[in-house]
């Protein structure tokens, strides 16, 4: 990897949030379809929503310090997707954009922290752990693999790889799943069967970003 | 998709200028962020109720905003939960000093959003959630029951006492209190079609009903062969009567609320239906509510609400309310 990777500047932010949007629209129809299985089907046009405003804040935000940006991308998240995914991605980035030091340089360990962060209050925002069938299913191992490349200051590269696999194992994991949190847990045992449309969209997300910061 | 639509984009806005058009007598229509208030001002001392959720329930909840009932509504776009700032806002547009009271159905997104409105909301308040859905299994370890038909209820009696001056806590005490003796279940023969979507929620044969299911075509607890009318009323009165569990002659309020696409004539025969097996069961029935109240967008359905009554129950559901969706006594 190049010596001036980038980890978590404004630029790095719209870029992965344009390429997300890619990914996520490539695979609309698939998540619209988990969720109308076992939700109400809004899920994906929130995320859509969401992608779609965030890109829009490009020309607000680009010459911004970065704490003042994530702010400005909390407020959006916050006030314009609604629902679950609102109110969690909200939080995801209301806690980023808390995190100490943010106007200094921000290296791969720090982006962790900041990461790490934000799954912890989406966690308490929404009391779901591991193992309930919903989008923390992926988040939480993904933030505690992360934490663990950090603290033994595993090679990049390959702990990103790592990364991309346990999202994809957790995700696969929920189809099998009882819901107990989120609206499929109205469903009982008829929920089982079906991967949960928050893993599956959140899963995506990550595979996204990881693959492009190992490409750099 | 037949729907009377220009942009599924403006789909939300253009409805809710019409409502504030239509009744402007009542109510005034905010957006950016989006609410719906009185248009007078809430009294001095009055406790303020605000209410929301996810479009394509209407009337719910923008209908049920004036006198005696709520001071505003936060919608949020079709079957999403509406995002914190609009609750902030509508607080601090209604908040007359006494305090707020939200009112929250049970549903995740609907409670998240709602607790940070309330932390961003800098004057007194507190909520409540209504879950009076029998049809999922209650549990302290799960989401829980789902909040549906019997928030009209306790929106229309909270209202009352809050008109009354009755204070936050009692305010919360009493919403708690007809949420606890109230239950629901819901029955849908056909899907809805989300605007967004443009295709059915889920697909069901002609002659299928989805027995327990939610508000917003999220599947309930068992697909069925279609019945008479009078098997599937007595079926979702057995499924809440277990639950209540009233007195001998207990009186009663009687709900039957349509999902949207059913015609009255058969809200009123299920009602016929309701009576019978009810009285056959010596449970009294005292007051009554029949019509399109909670529902899901065009879909064909019904829910029954049974709810408790006492005397201060009674009396603050028998109050004055002049709403869009609801008016009696003034």
């Known amino acids: 990897m190049k010596k001036e990777t980038e980890f978590m500047s404004v630029n790095f932010l719209i870029s992965q949030a344009k390429n997300i949007q890619k990914v996520i629209d490539e695979n609309a129809s698939e998540i619209e379809a988990l969720d109308q299985n076992i939700g109400d089907g809004d899920h994906i046009f929130n995320i859509q929503r969401g992608l779609k405003l965030v890109i829009e804040l490009e020309g607000t935000i680009k010459d911004l310090p970065l704490s003042k940006a994530l702010n400005t991308i909390a407020m959006k998240v916050l006030s314009g997707i609604g629902g679950s995914s609102g109110a969690l991605f909200g939080t995801f980035f209301i806690s980023m954009a808390k995190s100490p030091d943010l106007d200094k340089d921000v290296d791969f360990s720090k982006a962790c922290e900041m990461i790490i962060g934000g799954v912890k209050a989406m966690k308490e925002r929404g009391k779901a752990d591991v193992g309930e069938k919903t989008m923390m299913d992926v988040l939480i191992p993904v933030s505690e693999k992360l934490n663990e490349i950090k603290n033994n200051n595993n090679e990049i590269k390959q702990g990103l790889n790592e990364v991309i696999k346990i999202a994809e194992d957790r995700m696969l994991a929920t189809k099998d799943m009882l819901a107990t949190k989120g609206r499929a847990s109205f469903l009982g045992e008829r929920a089982k069967g079906h991967i949960d449309p928050g893993a599956r969209s959140s899963q995506l997300i990550i595979d996204t970003i990881c693959k492009s910061v190992i490409n750099q | ?330």
């Open chain 2, 1 to 330: 998709m037949k729907k009377f639509i220009n942009k599924a984009d403006d789909f939300l806005k253009e409805s809710l200028n019409g409502f504030g058009k239509a009744h402007s007598d009542i109510i005034q229509v905010s957006l950016d962020p989006s609410f719906v208030s009185r248009k007078n001002k809430t009294k001095e001392g009055k406790v303020s109720l605000i209410s929301g959720g996810g479009s394509g329930h209407e009337p719910m909840h923008g209908g049920f905003v004036g006198h005696g009932m709520l001071d505003a509504a936060c919608p949020g776009f079709v079957f999403s939960a509406p995002a914190p700032d609009q609750m902030q806002a509508a607080a601090e547009h209604v908040d007359s000093g006494a305090g707020v009271l939200f009112i929250v159905k049970n549903y995740s997104g609907d409670i998240m959003n709602f607790q940070m409105g309330a932390e961003m909301y800098s004057g007194k308040n507190d909520s409540i959630v209504t879950n009076d859905d029998v049809a999922v299994k209650d549990s302290t370890f799960t989401t829980g029951r789902r909040g549906v038909a019997a928030t009209v209820l306790v929106e229309k009696i909270v209202g009352s006492l809050a008109e009354d001056g009755g204070s936050l806590e009692e305010c919360k005490k009493l919403g708690e209190k007809v949420n606890k003796n109230a239950g629901t279940m819901g029955v849908a023969f056909t899907s809805c079609t989300v605007p967004a979507a443009g295709k059915p929620t889920f697909d069901i044969g002609d002659d299928e009903m989805e027995f327990g299911v939610g508000i917003h075509g999220e599947p309930g607890r068992k697909r069925e062969k279609i019945q008479p009318s009078k098997t599937i009323v007595g079926n979702i009165l057995d499924a809440i009567l277990d639950n209540l569990k009233p007195e001998n002659n207990e009186k009663t309020l009687l709900f039957v609320n349509g999902m949207g696409g059913t015609p009255l004539t058969e809200l009123y025969l299920v009602y016929d239906d309701a009576c019978q097996i009810l009285q056959s069961k010596g449970v009294e029935v005292t007051r009554s509510l029949v019509g399109n109240y909670c529902t899901s967008l065009e879909m064909q359905g019904a829910s029954i609400t049974l709810l408790k009554c006492d005397e201060e129950i009674l009396k603050n559901w028998d109050a004055p309310v002049h709403t869009a969706a609801m008016r009696w006594g003034m």
